[in-house]
């Protein structure tokens, strides 16, 4: 089966000149099968949103793709024209935002803005279009009532669901989430999530959850790509990334947010700060926060080495891990 969404050794740089353009994202694979919800975490500024705006064709100029392929059901949606894309989007692939009050239209009713929408993907009926609305707002917990507010009357939850709404209107195959809960507190951003895992068990559609919290993916997301410095550095099942994650990087994740429950204990935070994009250091990009940096990890590009037939990681300490069980093999 064809899968919903394939990224190949895709590279997207910010500038003019591609000689001098600054790498945002770097030789990044990714696969998300129908029905799955994959999920990206890291830190700001690891170029998570670049690749989110690059995988529903909204990346804009100087932001450019330098090299790679987004395909969408089988087809490279880099090689379609604007207007292909304007028909795709929100009919086949869909993306909420985290500011939901520069998503939406601040002077014109939610209902307009649903109106306007449906009218472009070419829903003649005005009774359709708004029997299409008050079902998505139903969908999404919301009383269709609110579709006649503006964006400014509604709490920050209610803005966030009705972009969700908006997103789902016409039943798209992928939808890509990029930090939709971040500005919200956690019983509603807990509300959200539950309801979008109901979404998507009703309506079938794909996810990409997007965030920097990696605790929220480890309980919604089947599978998650770790990313650092424009590239993925880990990625496999979720599940299994939580039991025994791999790269240094994703550990420091892991423990940057408290158990719910045992002892209190005193929460270390990362040292350091991600790398300038435009200086990578030598090397392996984290080396300078790592924790377990060897000599080799300052001036040899890590390979990437398959932990199993899913879980992959890209780090030094994986092939001397991978050296060290040959030798002592029998």
């Not at 000149?17 to 129908?34: C, G, T």
């Not at 803005?159 to 500005?183: F, G, W």
């Not at 959200?192 to 919290?213: K, P, W």
Request: hydrophobic share 40%.
């Amino acid at each position: 089966m064809t899968p919903v969404l394939e990224i190949s050794d895709l590279s997207i740089g910010y500038g003019w000149d591609e000689s001098s353009a600054l790498i945002a994202v770097r030789d990044v694979s990714l696969v998300v099968e129908a029905g799955e919800v994959l999920g990206i975490a890291g830190e700001s500024g690891c170029g998570k949103s670049t690749l989110a705006m690059a995988a529903t064709g909204l990346l804009e100029p100087p932001g450019r793709v330098l090299g790679g392929r987004i395909d969408y059901e089988g087809v490279d949606i880099t090689s379609l024209s604007a207007e292909a894309l304007r028909e795709m989007r929100l009919k086949d692939i869909s993306i909420v935002f985290q500011a939901s009050m520069n998503a939406l239209n601040p002077v014109m009713r939610i209902r307009a803005q649903f109106d306007d929408a449906l009218r472009a993907h070419g829903v003649r009926s005005e009774s359709e279009r708004g029997r299409m609305a008050e079902e998505a707002f139903e969908l999404v917990r919301v009383p269709p009532r609110f579709l006649e507010a503006y964006p400014h009357q509604l709490s920050g939850g209610m803005r966030q669901r009705a972009l969700i709404a908006l997103a789902i209107v016409m039943r798209p195959n992928l939808l890509v989430l990029d930090e939709p809960t971040t500005a919200l507190d956690v019983v509603v951003q807990r509300s959200i999530i539950q309801s979008l895992s109901q979404l998507r068990r009703e309506l079938g559609f794909a996810i990409v959850f997007i965030t920097h919290d990696l605790s929220l993916l480890m309980e919604m997301a089947d599978r998650v790509a770790i990313m650092y410095a424009g590239g993925i550095v880990e990625q496999g099942p979720a599940r299994e990334l939580y039991r025994s994650a791999g790269h240094p990087y994703t550990r420091a994740l892991l423990t940057a947010f408290p158990p719910i429950e045992g002892e209190r204990r005193r929460q270390d935070g990362l040292p350091g700060r991600p790398p300038d994009m435009r200086e990578l250091p030598p090397g392996c990009p984290f080396a300078p926060r790592c924790p377990e940096v060897m000599d080799q990890c300052r001036t040899v590009t890590p390979p990437s080495v398959w932990r199993t037939e899913a879980h992959r990681v890209v780090c030094h300490l994986e092939t001397n891990a991978t050296h060290a069980e040959e030798e002592v093999a029998p």
